[in-house]
């Protein structure tokens, strides 16, 4: 069974904090999807990364797929409010229309 | 707006009931997908169409019956629906290039089995 596990699975900090959500698997991905849900949306497509070692910024959002191209990492800078959500990752092969989706990160980030 | 869209966004029926789910993509991808998102578990994958034909099936219970009439458009049809199934049924698109095989997904809908 491919499993994508995430961790940590429940955040909680408050505004201006850093954070790092991992994302981890013995699978080797052709590329990685990060997204943001809000409760009773679907997620919202933040990065695609392809290329092992590939590093992302989104304005304070920095995505990292591994070398091996088996894990990633969203690293969170000086957290809002508004990035309060569940965060999920999501592995692909090319070629196969399949998709691991990981466990997800619940983050809050309080005022 | 991801250039996914759902409907309906919320709906509620019994379990003799029959209903269908609605996803339109204007994204001009070849393929599409539905997911069952539950409490506390991860996205599950129920059904892949690609070009209309339908590529995966997860061992989804014969209830739900999905159907493509082409590649804009992806229904799922539900009939004798059981309480368990409540979720929100998700619909995404891809267009896999090269590698890059990224899922945009839309709104969701909300479902209820009484």
């Known amino acids: 069974t491919q499993l994508l596990e995430q961790s940590p699975q429940f955040l909680s900090i408050q505004e201006g904090e850093n954070l790092t959500v991992y994302c981890n698997s013995s699978s080797v991905f052709s590329s990685l999807q990060w997204y943001r849900q809000e409760p009773g949306e679907g997620p919202v497509l933040l990065v695609t990364v392809v290329t092992g070692g590939e590093v992302k910024k989104l304005k304070r959002l920095t995505f990292q797929f591994g070398d091996a191209r088996k894990d990633s990492s969203l690293h969170i800078t000086a957290a809002q409010p508004g990035d309060t959500g569940l965060y999920l990752c999501?592995?692909?092969?090319?070629?196969?229309?399949?998709?691991?989706f990981g466990t997800g990160t619940r983050l809050k980030v309080l005022a | 707006e991801t250039g996914v869209t759902q409907t309906p966004r919320h709906l509620v029926m019994g379990m003799t009931n029959k209903k269908s789910l609605k996803c339109e993509q204007h994204?001009?991808?070849?393929?599409m997908y539905w997911y069952k998102q539950s409490a506390k578990k991860p996205l599950e994958l129920m059904f892949v169409?690609?070009?209309?034909?339908?590529?995966e099936n997860n061992s989804v219970p014969s209830r739900f019956s999905p159907e493509c009439p082409n590649s804009s458009h992806l229904f799922l049809h539900l009939h004798t629906l059981q309480p368990e199934d409540s979720a929100l049924y998700l619909c995404?698109?891809?267009?896999?290039?090269?590698?890059?095989?990224?899922?945009?997904f839309g709104p969701g809908t909300r479902l209820t089995v009484l």
């Open positions: 995404a698109s891809s267009l896999p290039q090269g590698g890059t095989d990224t899922q945009y």
């Open positions: 999501a592995g692909s092969f090319s070629g196969t229309y399949k998709y691991i």
């Open positions: 169409y690609n070009f209309k034909e339908q590529t």
């Open positions: 994204l001009g991808h070849n393929a």
